[in-house]
């Protein structure tokens, strides 16, 4: 039975809405889920992620021979004390400074009150800050301890004083005291339980564990699921316990400058330091927080909570910029956008613990999208890496009218790679899409002429930049653009060729003229820029080149007689009119040697076929080829090359 054309149109336009609502179903389900299943989620995730901290060790003693059941109880008792340990040191920590608080309040109070005045001086600056010394006066006074005089007058009362009268609720009993009690006392306690439990599974069986995962992944290429999970793996294991370390020196070296700083508790706060740094960005601002105010009311002047703020701002850069890529690379993998987003939705649905296991929940799910090629998804939604390719950002800038970022972005790439590459790989590239959406009819002839507007405002400024000294020979460092970046692995090495300058004197006799090559361009909208781009190329290697239109061949003196005459075609054209050019050309200049460039990707089978078919010296599909075709027939001998930059 045949369908109905009117559903089935009916039925393809309703498609996207249907899956579109499905897709938000399936979020709210999971969000759902991810917020009621809490209790039991949270620990699974704090354990799966300690196990990661811990199998390094656990590692290390099966090396020594000692039982998989043995190492993995001893490495999780041993963490498990660790952090029981450090437990016990906020405890005490925290009621020592509790207790010491109340000592603050007078020079609290006092600074309060200058502060006052000074800004009661200044005018509009007492109404601003009235509502915060009001309430810093208020907290004050509650930890400022009853003087003797007010203890008196509570003890003795007087006959103006009205009598205070206190209402209090009658005692409850021993069975609802206790029950309230255990009920604070044991859901932390099961938690704790429950995820020592669930790091000893983990670890006792993690290869029946992997082997399910490598299944739900997908079972028919193990070769390849189980090098990704292995990867994986590792890559998360070294990621948390380098980001552990790093924390835990961090919360050292922050506690061991408050005690230089004389700031009371400093073990306290190096703690806090070291643990809400794992929150992303705000983490050290947030631990910097309560030293600086405890340094403000312990000081009787400014110069404590002046060296504490010193001291957060120059731990924290040297933590985050210079130590931590060292560590595990120039970033944890996630868009800066991605972490905060993490971040809110984590902590919405899991309270604080999400917001400590934000960061590194999304990096596995990260790993988990590079690795696994149905979550691909979640490396563009979350990863760093550019959503786009090198080409792909190129065109759509040019789409877009900006060549601005175009021009910067050239800029980074030049400084580790020659320009060849850079307009091979990049811009040709970009300009074979844009000739192909002309071809489909997705560009008209307006928009055409933008992007070729565009481009050659992009090559224009590009061949001004000076080449540094073969830095694409050297060892590169990392640049500050995810995109410069991506363009670096996408492009591969400079061929040969885009180390060599010739001198005039290593050109051929026919080559020492003034403009040794002409770059004939064939008037398409992209063939311009194309031409443009060869011409700089040969230029910059030590071959005077100009780009010039096929008109301008029959004005040439005998003084502009060229070596070699270069036509570039990126849009459609017959052979019969490119025979016919190449034939105009050579009754133009005698005896001239005539290379085509075709920038359309061919097939190279092709290429011998075309050669014979339009009778031209030299075919090449390539700048690069280009450029290594005019060097070898322009030198004098092989020996005449001097690698070096402009």
Not at 17 to 30: K, Q
Request: proline share 6%; net charge neutral; hydrophobic share 50%.
């Amino acid at each position: 039975m045949s369908e109905d054309p009117v559903t089935a149109r009916l039925m393809r336009r309703a498609l996207p809405v249907v899956t579109a609502l499905a897709s938000l179903l399936l979020v709210v389900t999971l969000a759902g889920s991810l917020y009621l299943g809490r209790d039991i989620l949270v620990p699974v995730a704090l354990a799966i992620l300690l196990s990661f901290v811990l199998l390094p060790a656990v590692r290390a003693l099966r090396r020594l021979r000692v039982p998989r059941a043995a190492a993995v109880l001893v490495v999780v008792l041993l963490a498990f004390g660790i952090l029981a340990a450090v437990g016990g040191l906020i405890a005490r920590e925290a009621a020592q400074l509790a207790t010491d608080l109340p000592r603050y309040s007078i020079t609290l109070r006092d600074k309060i009150t200058a502060l006052r005045t000074a800004t009661a001086e200044r005018g509009g600056l007492s109404d601003t800050f009235s509502g915060f010394f009001d309430m810093a006066e208020e907290i004050g006074k509650e930890l400022q301890p009853p003087t003797p005089e007010s203890a008196d007058e509570a003890r003795l009362g007087t006959a103006e004083r009205p009598m205070q009268v206190e209402i209090h609720a009658p005692r409850s009993g021993v069975l609802k005291t206790l029950g309230s009690v255990a009920g604070g006392v044991l859901h932390p306690l099961a938690t704790l339980g429950l995820i020592l439990l669930f790091t000893i599974f983990i670890l006792l069986q993690r290869e029946d564990l992997r082997n399910r995962a490598i299944r739900l992944a997908g079972s028919s290429d193990l070769r390849r699921t189980t090098a990704a999970i292995d990867d994986a793996t590792g890559r998360l294991s070294r990621f948390f316990l380098a980001q552990l370390a790093l924390n835990l020196a961090f919360g050292v070296v922050i506690g061991f400058g408050l005690w230089a700083i004389g700031v009371p508790s400093p073990i306290l706060f190096g703690v806090i330091a070291g643990i809400a740094r794992f929150v992303p960005y705000i983490g050290a601002v947030i631990s910097a927080v309560l030293p600086l105010a405890i340094a403000v009311a312990v000081d009787p002047g400014w110069s404590m909570a002046i060296q504490v703020a010193i001291l957060f701002v120059v731990v924290e850069p040297i933590a985050g910029h210079v130590v931590e890529p060292l560590l595990y690379g120039h970033s944890t993998g996630i868009s800066p956008m991605a972490v905060i987003l993490a971040a809110t939705i984590w902590t919405f649905l899991w309270g604080p613990i999400g917001l400590l296991l934000a960061t590194p929940l999304t990096v596995c799910l990260v790993v988990l999208g590079r690795h696994v090629e149905r979550l691909w998804f979640l490396d563009v939604i979350l990863g760093d890496r550019p959503a786009l390719g090198p080409q792909e950002i190129f065109y759509q800038r040019m789409l877009a009218g900006d060549p601005d970022e175009a021009i910067e972005q050239g800029r980074l790439f030049l400084k580790e790679r020659a320009l060849v590459t850079y307009y091979d790989e990049v811009v040709l590239a970009s300009l074979r899409m844009a000739q192909g959406d002309a071809a489909r009819g997705s560009l008209d002839r307006e928009r055409q002429g933008q992007v070729g507007s565009s481009v050659r405002a992009v090559v224009e400024t590009l061949g001004q930049v000076r080449a540094r000294g073969l830095p694409f020979l050297g060892r590169r460092q990392k640049t500050a653009s995810a995109e410069a970046e991506a363009a670096f692995a996408a492009v591969g090495p400079d061929r040969s060729d885009a180390a060599i300058v010739l001198r005039p004197e290593d050109l051929a006799p026919a080559w020492r003229v003034a403009t040794p090559v002409l770059c004939v361009t064939s008037g398409g909208a992209f063939d311009e820029a194309a031409t443009l781009m060869l011409a700089q190329t040969l230029t910059r290697h030590g071959l005077t080149a100009r780009a010039v239109s096929r008109d301008a061949l029959r004005d040439l003196t005998p003084e502009e007689r060229p070596a070699m005459i270069c036509f570039s075609y990126l849009d459609p054209i017959s052979l019969s009119q490119i025979r016919l050019t190449l034939r105009r050309a050579r009754q133009a200049v005698p005896g001239v040697s005539v290379m085509v460039g075709f920038w359309r990707e061919r097939d190279p089978a092709s290429l011998g076929r075309l050669r014979r078919q339009i009778a031209a010296d030299r075919l090449v599909t390539s700048l690069g080829d280009a450029l290594g075709a005019a060097l070898e027939q322009a030198r004098a001998a092989p020996e005449a090359v001097r690698q070096a930059a402009e």
